[in-house]
């Protein structure tokens, strides 16, 4: 189990020895903006690695194949397609301009030789569909090789179109294009277990869409008050279970999560169970309510536990049992005395990410580790890190005091089935793995 972290990425294994595999992106000390990566995601098999960046661009990487003469070079990722997903709007009706920015990518479970995922910004989801050619038709009966419309008083014969080999081609083409249902930004997209729908979150609504359907969809949960000021919580994050089609969950901004089930009502307003951790009077302060907000929810591979990431830490929670989570992970404890500071540079917003192995987990230790470039050499053993929160540190670990609060781990992944990593930091996209990976 993983939990992104601000400049680690706390993992759980039995007593694996992690080491760097690659980075991707260039160094440079001044970023531009629409480089910076803003979801990453594995698609089912994990041969394919798919990058959202804040341009609005998506970039797949696909892992190398066991190579004989090459032996390291096994589960190497690189650049397999790149392509412009989402352009900067303009909605005029609300005086509004529309990034670009990928929020979220999810892949379909592969169906044929083509790959479909779905990408999303703030407002629009659109449908894409990954296919090779490596092969061209030659001998067409009623154009030239150039296309050009032949003469059809000079066709004397009939011809037979055959297949030439061509260089290898990556296409990507948009299939579907699912607007207009989102009035509010859109942070979470999900696909069912059915293969057939998905679901989209909002703000303060949820929404069920049909794959094949782009000019309508359902709203499933809407917690809209009549009077916007009596607006309490947003939704922060919806998905849906990895098995159960009626089932899906939604965390919001008061650090709670409910379950629902589309069997019982069309609208899921009333939910089926409600998780939640009461509140410690004695930690109370000015930070909680922001501190205690959701970002990121998470069922395990199995579907009988659920993942909820918030600001300083995971918890993970059996579907059996609402009152309290069966474990707590603090990731970011130190960083309870710096609240203030990450309250005056806007820090205290960030949205942390976390995510499951493949196996789920198979231990309770945790161990935190740093994504630099530092000591990034291929195969290099990453040694574990730990930040003290004041007074004396010892020889490796790292003073809170000395943190760049630029520098943080939003976007993370986990391959399905191998103990492989992917985190994003700013404009780089980091692999690590087991040493027997």
């Not at 650049?79 to 979220?104: A, C, G, R, W």
């Amino acid at each position: 189990m993983a939990g992104a972290g601000g400049g680690g990425c706390p993992a759980g294994g039995n007593d694996l020895q992690w080491c760097f595999s690659q980075v991707k992106g260039a160094i440079d000390e001044d970023v531009a903006e629409a480089d910076i990566i803003s979801t990453v995601e594995f698609n089912y098999s994990g041969d394919l690695l798919a990058t959202g960046d804040k341009g609005g661009r998506v970039v797949i990487f696909q892992r190398e194949q066991e190579n004989k003469s090459r032996p390291h070079s096994r589960g190497e990722y690189n650049v397999y397609s790149t392509f412009q997903s989402h352009e900067p709007e303009f909605d005029y009706l609300k005086s509004l301009e529309i990034e670009e920015k990928i929020n979220k990518i999810r892949w379909l479970p592969q169906q044929n030789a083509a790959h479909f995922l779905l990408s999303t910004n703030d407002k629009t989801i659109k449908l894409w569909k990954i296919s090779e050619r490596d092969k061209r038709a030659e001998g067409y009966n009623l154009k030239d090789e150039d296309g050009r419309l032949r003469d059809p008083f000079r066709i004397t014969a009939l011809r037979v179109p055959i297949l030439k080999p061509m260089d290898l081609m990556v296409e990507a083409s948009p299939r579907r294009i699912f607007a207009n249902a989102h009035t509010y930004h859109i942070n979470s997209i999900s696909v069912n277990s059915d293969h057939e729908t998905y679901l989209s979150a909002d703000d303060l609504r949820v929404n069920l869409w049909h794959l094949e359907i782009t000019d309508r969809s359902f709203n499933i949960v809407d917690i809209k008050p009549a009077n916007m000021e009596e607006l309490t919580e947003v939704i922060t994050a919806a998905e849906l279970h990895p098995h159960q089609c009626n089932v899906f969950v939604y965390s919001s901004s008061k650090g709670t999560v409910r379950l629902c089930d589309m069997r019982s009502s069309a609208l899921c307003d009333q939910h089926s169970k409600f998780f939640e951790e009461p509140e410690d009077p004695s930690s109370r302060s000015f930070f909680s309510e922001i501190i205690s907000s959701i970002s990121d929810v998470k069922f395990s591979h199995s579907g009988r536990y659920m993942m909820t990431r918030d600001y300083l830490s995971v918890k993970v929670w059996d579907l059996n049992m609402e009152s309290r989570p069966i474990e707590t992970h603090q990731v970011h404890e130190y960083l309870r005395g710096k609240l203030c500071s990450l309250y005056e540079n806007d820090c205290i917003f960030d949205k942390f990410e976390c995510c499951w192995n493949g196996p789920d987990r198979n231990t309770r230790r945790d161990v935190t580790l740093e994504a630099s470039r530092e000591n990034s050499k291929p195969r290099a053993s990453l040694k574990p890190r730990r930040v003290c929160a004041g007074g004396k540190r010892k020889k490796d670990e790292i003073s809170v005091d000395s943190l760049d609060f630029n520098q943080k781990i939003l976007h993370t992944a986990w391959h399905p089935a191998d103990n492989i990593i992917a985190v994003a930091a700013t404009n780089n996209l980091y692999i690590f793995q087991d040493k027997v990976n």
